[in-house]
């Protein structure tokens, strides 16, 4: 079984900055090497959606063409740690966003395609992020 925290969600000013963290622990022994990782999003009153994904060993990450030129995702498998860099935020930003993890191996080739299908067994409790002036 395998915990997932998130942290780092804050209330920003527009244009302002953050990075969320989303620490992954298992079992004694566990790495985070060949897991796939995401981030997804819920803003109040819509559904979840998909935000960014990295694949094993940092393989194909992908970012949403709301986000893209924006966030960026990244992961330090010895801390078995995943970010998301969250740069020039706007108001549509704001949501609480989740990490997700899928164990090796992974279902689809492209990790984007867990941002479509959101069916990632894996999840976080998310952290709050909030953009307004």
């Known amino acids: 079984q395998l915990q997932l925290v998130e942290s780092g969600g804050a209330s920003v000013q527009p244009g302002g900055s953050l990075r969320l963290s989303c620490a992954v622990s298992?079992?004694?022994?566990?790495?985070?090497?060949?897991?796939?990782i995401a981030w997804f999003r819920q803003a109040p009153g819509k559904p979840r959606e998909g935000v960014s994904c990295?694949?094993?060993?940092?393989?194909?990450?992908h970012v949403v063409d709301a986000v893209k030129g924006r966030f960026t995702i990244s992961r330090d498998n010895s801390k078995n740690t995943v970010y998301l860099q969250m740069n020039s935020l706007k108001p549509e930003d704001t949501a609480v966003y989740y990490c997700?993890?899928?164990?090796?191996?992974?279902?689809?080739?492209?990790?984007?395609?867990?941002?479509?299908?959101?069916?990632?067994?894996?999840w976080g409790e998310g952290t709050l992020v909030t953009v307004s002036s």
């Open positions: 997700a993890v899928d164990s090796p191996p992974p279902k689809y080739y492209y990790c984007s395609a867990y941002l479509v299908h959101d069916d990632m067994p894996y």
């Open positions: 990295i694949g094993m060993n940092g393989a194909n990450p």
């Open positions: 298992g079992a004694s022994g566990f790495t985070l090497d060949d897991y796939t």
